[in-house]
């Protein structure tokens, strides 16, 4: 909303709820003479849990926004969001099966129910500026970001009932034995201070330099602990035409730590924050994208009016340093593929305007299927196929999608996190429709 030609205001609500069957997970065989046995992958159109096994999230969403034009080259703004969620489910593994019958699996249920709380808010002053030959593209702000998690109700249980992953039963719904636990409230708090100049030094060469001060404050609900850290950032930018620009850049951030999987001994707990590192070094072009980073490389190419070229590499070297723990020191870490790569192809059809249609291909290498390295589930090829039809109904944009991935309804693990399987979706089909008011 556009109060007048200085003061603007920007706002966004959503709410959505979901109530379905969660499949149970397969667990990793034992390692045999040092080697993980890969299982073969079962009809993922088949139930392993039960009905009973209802993942229902809940997730409301808000945000805010402010901007004010103080001068033509001065703008501030001010944004601020929460997220409410809460989730309840049930965690099903499958273990000690028969690799080659599937019979005789132990089936251990988990059930959780979490509440999230996520919130932030900023505000920035954004200016350009110039003192004696140099420009300035200048940042400058404080933030506020907290994270609660609050886990009511957990238990866990091993059914009497054997379960076939292969020609799987339904499950009968567990009984509890022992009363629900409940964690203490834990909460995630960053105050942050920043700014961030993008120097011209002439018309071709730019610099970045930047700082970010912020204290993490972190309760578990059993122990606290608050830390102030700086997190640099610096780049440089060369413009080798008006359409092409060379850049290296360096950046420091405190990343949110993950919560421990529902295998761990401190299940659901919050872990501290961490200091994450990006080295980035590529070319961009405004006609023919060609970036660089570390390893990546992606194009995008116009060939003309009506086809479009996409691809994306990656090569990966992941290594795990861990001194204290030699057995996983220096190896692969779990779940991390060594290559990744995709391609499409997008024709826009000329004859019906708004009508594109793409095809493409998604390839990830092997992987690790525990952080020992102990085996290695496939990589896989998927192709998939949409279309998309944009127009104006009554004077609204109206977007229509209908998506088929894994044409070839290829059976593959598509993850192996925390010793259990993630089986890969077959073939699916789906449609959505937007219309902007």
């Known amino acids: ?34 080697v993980v046995p890969i299982t ?55 273990g000690k099966y028969n690799p080659v019958t599937g019979a005789g699996g132990i089936v251990t249920v988990q059930p959780v129910t979490n509440a999230y709380i996520n919130e932030f808010q900023r505000a920035e002053l954004l200016g350009k500026f110039s003192t004696w030959i140099l420009t300035h593209d200048l940042t400058v702000g404080p933030s506020i970001t907290e994270r609660d998690s609050n886990t009511t109700d957990q238990n866990n249980v091993t059914l009497s009932q054997k ?6 039963i339904e499950l009968k719904p567990p009984v509890f034995t022992k009363p629900f636990t409940a964690l203490p409230r834990q909460t995630s708090k960053d105050t942050a201070v920043y700014a961030y100049d993008t120097i011209g030094i002439w018309h071709k060469f730019k610099l970045l330099l930047g700082i970010r001060r912020t204290r993490d404050d972190e309760n578990n609900g059993v ?43 401190n299940m659901n707990v919050i872990l501290p924050s961490a200091i994450s590192h990006q080295r980035e070094i590529g070319i961009r072009d405004s006609y023919f994208d060609l970036e660089y980073k570390g390893v990546e490389s992606t194009i995008s190419y116009d060939i003309n009016r009506s086809w479009t070229v996409n691809a994306a590499v990656q090569w990966l070297s992941a290594v795990q340093n861990s001194p204290l723990q030699p057995l996983i020191n220096g190896l692969v870490p779990e779940n991390t593929p060594k290559w990744l790569g995709n391609a499409a192809v997008t024709y826009r059809v000329a004859r019906i305007p708004g009508l594109t249609v793409t095809a493409g291909a998604s390839s990830v290498s092997k992987r690790p299927v ?28 109206a977007a229509f999608q209908v998506n088929m991935d894994n044409i070839a309804n290829k059976r593959y693990w598509n993850s192996v996190q925390t010793g259990t399987y993630g089986t890969g979706m077959d073939r699916s089909i789906k449609f959505s429709a937007k219309v902007d008011f």
């Open 223 to 265: 122990k606290k602990s608050s830390t102030t850290i700086n997190t640099p950032a610096f780049g440089v930018l060369y413009d080798i035409r008006p359409t092409t620009t060379l850049f290296a850049s360096y950046m420091e951030g405190l990343e949110a730590g993950a919560t421990a999987p529902a295998n761990a001994a």
């Open 1 to 34: 909303m556009k109060v007048n030609d200085r003061l603007s205001f920007q706002g966004d609500f959503e709410h959505y709820s979901k109530r379905l069957p969660e499949q149970a997970g397969i667990s990793l065989l034992p390692a045999v003479k040092g």
């Open 163 to 168: 379960q076939n992953i292969f020609d799987p």
């Open 370 to 397: 525990n952080p020992q390295d102990q085996g290695y589930i496939p990589g896989y090829t998927l192709y998939t196929a949409s279309a998309g039809y944009v127009t104006r109904i009554r004077g609204h944009r």
């Open 40 to 94: 073969p992958v079962p009809d993922p159109r088949n139930l392993l849990s039960g009905t009973w096994g209802l993942y229902t999230p809940d997730t409301t969403n808000a945000q805010g926004r402010a901007d004010f034009i103080i001068s033509e080259n001065w703008r501030v703004l001010a944004e601020v969001g929460r997220s409410d969620s809460r989730r309840s489910r049930f965690t099903v593994r499958i």
